[in-house]
């Protein structure tokens, strides 16, 4: 075991995994649930800390369907027998698509090979296909799984992800987040992402903060349990997404030469995890839905 994972964060809640991929144990006196399912270089790391603690989960929580949150799914699944799948509305669709396939294929086999040459594994399994979301229980927000006595809720964001659902545990005033404040650089703030709209985006960070949680889970790189601390995440979180629509904005040159701009800026440090030309697309998305504020139609959707 790793001498920081798994530990337990607080009453009925762990963090598994590893710094570039938090996965959260969540622990009733019935159930347990993982919330992020991880690539498939992760999955072996989660049966080795799941054993550890002594817990095998009963729900698969999908927060959204990206490849680094996703692509670990069907290991896990053949893992525990039995286990549900939960998923927002919108996820299957996605990872259905034609060119989400094998982007997500190549992808997963790229942050693999990142974890290798970070020391994090000798090898892994790749996954040879999308997992599938056919089967899964799809939940909205406002609803609740019941974990024995410790309640769980499921919040609905948008800005980020189709399908993205993130989860309360109002019980421990919890929130844990996935990267709807964006993928964090620790010491540097963040690099944003919304890719499915600006305004959602940041509507979902300010409903977040007004929850006013004790404790800040993300996906990535970050786990906070100080109230100033958190309060500085949601401003730096809030800051970089401003940041990016004002130098899109300002910026009169060609949409592509602002993108890779950018992405020069950006990619470095914990964002090679991921290929270049995954970030590269990203930037080229955070370019397009600024743009989509000032189209005749504009809504930031």
Known sequence: MSDMFPRQAADHLWILGN?????YLIRGSNASALVETGISATVEILREQLSYIGTK?????????????????????DSFP???????????????????RPSMILEDG???????A??????????????????????TGGEELDMGGFIIR?????????????????????LLVSDSLGNRYPGRGFFPTFFTGFNDYLNTID????????????AHNGFFSEREEIRNIFREARNAAWDVKTYIINDTRDDNE????????????????????NIFNCCRLLVRRVRDLYSPDAGGR
Not at 86 to 97: K, T
């Open 19 to 23: 710094d570039y991929f938090h996965i």
């Open 154 to 174: 499921f919040f609905e964001a948008k800005g980020h992800s189709p399908g993205n659902i993130l989860v309360q545990i109002p019980g421990i005033k919890t």
């Open 118 to 139: 970070r020391g994090l594994i000798s090898c892994g399994p790749v996954i040879k296909s999308p997992p599938s979301l056919s089967e899964c229980k799809i939940v």
């Open 110 to 116: 790229h942050m693999t090979e990142s974890m290798m």
């Open 207 to 218: 409903c977040l903060e007004k929850l006013d949680p004790m404790i800040l889970g993300l």
């Open 258 to 277: 602002i993108a890779e701009d950018i992405f020069r800026f950006y990619y470095n440090d914990e964002l090679k995890f991921y290929s270049s030309q």
């Open 82 to 100: 039995g286990v549900m799948v939960i998923a927002g509305e919108g996820a299957e669709s996605f990872i259905s698509h034609p060119k989400a």
């Open 57 to 77: 989960p009963d729900f698969l929580i999908v927060t959204h369907p990206h490849s680094d949150h996703i692509t670990g799914l069907d290991y896990l699944r």
